[in-house]
């Protein structure tokens, strides 16, 4: 029998996230920090809002992008909130999460060979959306002693003639990383200098400590060249309902509804119906959430400190990347034997770049008491490692 599978697919690794959590489903007693998912739960209102829907009956499909309610709310939040302007029914797609609208952006604009450029570390799903969509990726190392931001002169050296695409991936996942208003005028200059184009991955945009979220669409002259990817998951906590959007040029967005049309039809109906909900009347639910991830936070970095674990301030997401090189062992090997001999999961660097070998992604999106208990585990780890090594 011919081989039925498509090289390129093959080809692809399977997530380093889902590995350890495979696992610790299995584990008794064990603890994971290793998912970036909302340990509240989604608000009330919300929930009430998709329960209505259901008794009522709005379970049918909705137009292929999403309802204009919806639509219309997300454009308002947009302006509310960053300062940007989106027409509703031309500008403006409803996706099934944030990580469809990034395959479909990707799929949408790029010719085969065209490269993407894709700072690392960085969300799992960038690399093999880029591959799938016949893009030649082109990795940038970010480095700590940026604090994990890109800079325009490693933007600049990244570039040719082949570049289409930039992946802005801030506020970062996995490093915590963002970047400010002043950072992003310096990125944008190079972006429209060199006509190339943007896809903002803004997941985590209501989930900062120090300053407030800029969009770098914001900037003059970079709205017409910018996809802004957004949704629900992280900052409404709405993991499960599975509904993300994204904003942008009306030629571009014209094209994803397209392949959207044909790949999905529409996203899950009464997940829109309470988006709704959820953008008009939530903005305290979140605040409150981000009260509680900023004390999560602040804790789990005094606590760092104290082990002597080095670990740069994060500002953004629910994560931080502490640094292991000093215990002379790959991410993947402290992993494994924190698993193993503490029950505590966390997630590798090198799951996210090459460049995150050395480094660990421990999310606190996870009970104070929970954190505790894990971190009393991580300190009886290191605490052996160092008798080890001495």
């Given amino acids: 029998m011919r081989n039925p599978l498509s090289d390129k697919i093959v080809d692809i690794k399977p997530s380093g996230i889902r590995k350890f959590f495979d696992i610790v489903s299995e584990m008794k ?16 209102s919300v929930r009430e809002e998709g329960i209505n829907a259901l008794e009522k009956g709005k379970t049918f ?24 302007s989106y027409e509703p029914l031309t500008e ?15 799929r949408c604009m790029i010719n085969p060979g065209e490269e993407v450029i894709i700072p690392q570390p960085s969300y799992v799903s960038y690399l093999p959306c880029a591959v799938m969509a016949d893009a030649t990726p082109v990795i940038i190392n970010l480095k700590a002693e940026n604090n994990f931001k890109l800079t325009a002169k490693e933007l600049l050296d990244a570039i040719t003639d082949k570049t289409k695409i930039l992946i802005l991936p801030f506020p970062n996942n996995p490093t915590g990383a ?6 992003l005028k310096e990125i944008a200059k190079v972006v429209i200098e060199k006509d190339i184009f943007v896809i903002s991955d803004e997941i985590y945009s209501e989930l900062t400590y120090k300053n407030k979220h800029f969009s770098i669409a914001a ?3 970079m709205k017409e060249r910018t996809i802004v990817i957004n949704g629900f998951s992280k900052s409404h906590a709405m993991t499960g309902w599975r509904l993300g959007y994204a904003a942008g040029p009306a030629n571009i967005i014209k094209q994803m509804i397209k392949l959207h049309q044909f790949a999905i039809m529409c996203a899950p109906t009464n997940s829109q119906f309470a988006a709704v909900e959820a953008l008009k009347n939530c903005d305290k639910d979140v605040e409150e959430m981000v009260v509680s991830y900023n004390q999560r936070r602040r804790f789990l970095l005094k606590e760092f400190e104290k082990m002597g674990l080095e670990c740069f301030e994060p500002f953004g997401a629910f994560y931080v990347f502490p640094c292991i090189k000093k215990y002379n062992m790959t991410s993947e090997e402290f992993a494994t034997r924190l698993l193993n001999e503490e029950k505590v999961a966390v997630v590798p660097g090198t799951a996210f770049g090459d460049c995150g070998e050395g480094f660990l992604r421990i999310s606190y999106a996870y009970s104070i008491e929970n954190l505790k208990v894990a971190l009393d585990r991580i300190k009886n780890f290191v605490e052996r490692l160092e008798k080890e090594n001495a």
């Fill in 92 to 106: 403006t797609l409803v996706t099934v999460g944030g990580s469809e609208a990034i395959d479909l952006a990707l």
């Fill in 61 to 84: 499909y909705t137009s292929n992008a999403g309802l204009v309610e919806l639509r219309q709310e997300i454009c308002n939040f947009l302006n509310r909130k960053y300062k940007l």
């Fill in 219 to 221: 900037i003059e002259g």
């Fill in 178 to 183: 963002i970047m400010e208003e002043e950072e």
């Fill in 29 to 44: 007693d064990a603890i994971s920090l290793g998912v970036g998912e909302p340990d509240f739960d989604t608000p009330w």
